[in-house]
């Protein structure tokens, strides 16, 4: 959320040397997380307001023209342009040699130069308002239109941020850290936090009296959903452009302005946090009735999104059909049109989860729905109505409030937190003193009272919708605003009196920092819910799944029970941006029945278990070369993480592994996990569009920590030894582990054999079908002597003889 410092000044009287860095950080350690701290008229240097004294044409191009243009102090500049509404007399916006602006609106902001713009010397820019960020205050109406600052008394010369009174500081607030603040969503209640913050008075807003006015008809059939409604019907009001200094305000705050009457509304919510709506009278028939839709009502919003309705949602309909989705978003038909006259304001309370839930079942979510979501209490009504009346009277002199009704079904809980003083220091770590506890308290609107070493406090109602409701609430607020930093820190005073050996915790450490240091993978972080997009793809059969009661969106309702549909979510959003990437993921997973464990018997509880699961991503024609690396990187896992070896059989795929390319992953008798090759159908289903991919997921519980470690030393060897490749012919299905262990077999004093490694393997036109050649490396030596060539060529004959005998292979000439 972005809070204009002007904005604030409107209600704390804040000191013009105030240090704005201070400011800042008193705010992020005491009430929210200011995420930046923007000088609003810095954006404009270099931007002055230029009066077109004549405009020619340009010698050597239709579409442009030159105008002669007074930048300032009676000097007259020629700046070529080509807008499409330049006129003698017109004030506009001038980018200086120097000044940044955006081309056309688009991309980065480019730095102005005084340059030759075909054939004829330009000084600086004439601006459209797409170029200079002002788009919103001064919409284009056609292209290539020129903002026009004919309507602001500025001479030439004037800066941009002078002429448009655009002086103000931006803090850019971190919604997150006031998710459950929802007194803070409005400018008005982080000048309270800042008044008390500063120890300085804070504004009143006047309640309004409505006097003796004719009753609205207003009707709340379900008082839980909506507990208060006020209406107020207002005539002598026109749709017309609000006045720029709202604009202004608006525009800094991340809203478009629209027409005053809208604006208006929109004015209130951001200012106190409340949000509001105006009906067109002249739509309305009969009164308001806020209510339960019914089941297959239909209802078109402001956005154009044409919604059949559920019971669960609450609308407000007048006599005849629903006009608006409460808390949400009003009707396309009812609300505000071009040759209104007549409105009825609504200021009401909606039930929070109510409306949370209905935003989402749409994919709707608003500005005025996410204040709800917060619950926002029932008495902010009273200034957000006394506002709104204020800005009415003030735009429209000639506006009547010709009925009025304030129905509330609800009062607003008063809640009181007692507290006692020992409690209080024994959680603080230090006792403050009781005045300084009253005066801290007493400043955020809390009323205190202290008897018999009780600290009674009464909650205001802006805080007591669920964020302050026991003594620990206290707690947080006398520390937060005595301030975090002030409190000394105690050390801990324990004593240890052995080690505590966590071999599982280590060994997924281990495995963690094996993945990213020695294999170069890049570890990511996803959410606990997946894409249905990815799941249906990659699991089509899948049951038991658990799903969120409110999901972040439709399509993402179900909670992960593996991590390769993220896995894969990453891998399509990452493939275009590199050619070839490894990625792995450690988390939880969570099954409706206890799946972790599926070699046991035992009765199916749930469970979350963790898992770790990666993949290598690559070109489609270098799938072999990425399903060994993968293989390499599983198999030496356990060597260097110090864990029980990983065995691999050929079993039966998941659904989402070529059956042709995939390895089923076991401890001892176990099953750990698979990897294998995203098939095409799966990679394509989950927006993988060129990248060919091989996965693996293990399950971390299956995964056994040796208890302590088996290295023995052997001394180097003191004589070289040789490394002697040969190449032989062996059955096309013979494993090379099976080759490997027959060939080491033969490893013994006498013949002088190491160590046997795999080289290469083909098969070609050269070969006999059915058969492939494979190229070991044979090691050999001894360590008391240089052997002689006779003695090495011996060795390597006899593990080919033996290796003939043992598996059938054939040596190869």
Known sequence: MKVSLNWIKDYVPLPEDMDLKSLAYELTMSTVEVEGVT???????????????????????????????????????????????????????????????????????????????????????????????????????????????????????????????????????????????????????????????????????????????????????????????????????????????????????????????????????????????????DNIKGGITVRRAGAGEKLLLLNDKSLELSEDDLVIADDKEAVALAGVMGGALDSILDKTTRVILEVANFEASGVRRTALRYDNRTEASSRYEKAVDIERCDPALSMAMDLFRELYPEMKVTAFTDLQKKQSTVKTVDVELDWLARRLGMRLPEEKIKKKLSLLGFAVSIENDILSVKVPSWRATGDVSMKADIMEEVARMYGYENFEPTPITTSFTGAVNQRETDLLRRIKEYLAFRCNMQEIFTYPWMNDREVEALFPDQKDVLFLSTPPAPNESRIRFSLLPNLCRAIGENERYFDEFSIFEEAEVFFDRDYSHPNDETEALPCQPRHIAGAVVGASDQVVVLFRRMKGILSEMAKYTHMEELRFEKREAPSWADPNAHLTILTGDRLAGHMGVLKKKASLGCGIKEA?????????????????????FTHLTEVPWTEYDVSMLFDRDTKWETIRETALKKKNAESFLQEVDFVDEYTGAQIPAGKKSVTMRLTIGANEKTLTSEQIEGCAKTVMKFLTKQIGAEARF
Not at 692 to 709: G, T
């Open 39 to 281: 000088d609003l008229a810095a954006s404009f240097d270099g931007l002055i307001v230029g009066e077109i004294k004549e405009v020619l044409p340009h010698p050597n191009a239709d579409k442009l023209r030159i105008c002669r243009t007074d930048i300032g102090g009676g000097e007259i500049r020629e700046i070529v342009c080509g807008g499409s509404n330049l006129a003698p007399g017109m004030k506009v916006v001038v980018a200086k040699p120097g000044a940044f602006v955006r081309w056309h609106g688009e991309g980065e902001p480019v730095e102005i130069k005084e340059a030759k713009l075909r054939g004829v010397l330009s000084y600086g820019m004439i601006c459209a308002s797409s170029e200079t960020g002002l788009s919103d205050l001064f919409p284009e109406k056609e292209e290539a239109e020129i903002t026009d600052l004919s309507a602001f008394d500025a001479a030439p010369g004037t800066p941009v941020a002078d002429a448009l009174d655009l002086h103000d500081i931006l803090l850019e607030i971190d919604n997150k850290s006031m998710t459950n603040r929802p007194d803070l969503w409005g400018h008005y209640g982080i000048a309270r936090e800042i008044a008390a913050l500063y120890e300085l008075p804070l504004k009143e807003i006047r309640p309004f009296d409505a006097g003796d006015i004719k009753s609205f008809p207003v009707q709340i059939e379900d008082p839980e959903r909506c507990p208060r409604y006020i209406g107020a019907e207002l005539d002598g009001v026109a749709v017309k452009p609000s006045p720029f200094w709202m604009q202004s305000r608006l525009w800094r705050v991340g809203q478009r302005p629209i027409n005053a009457l809208v604006d208006i509304t929109n004015y209130v919510m951001m200012a106190v946090g409340q949000p509001t709506h105006a009906f067109d009278a």
């Open 692 to 712: 060919a991919a091989v996965l693996f997921e293990l399950n971390f519980d299956e995964l056994i920590p040796l208890k302590s470690r088996t290295n023995t």
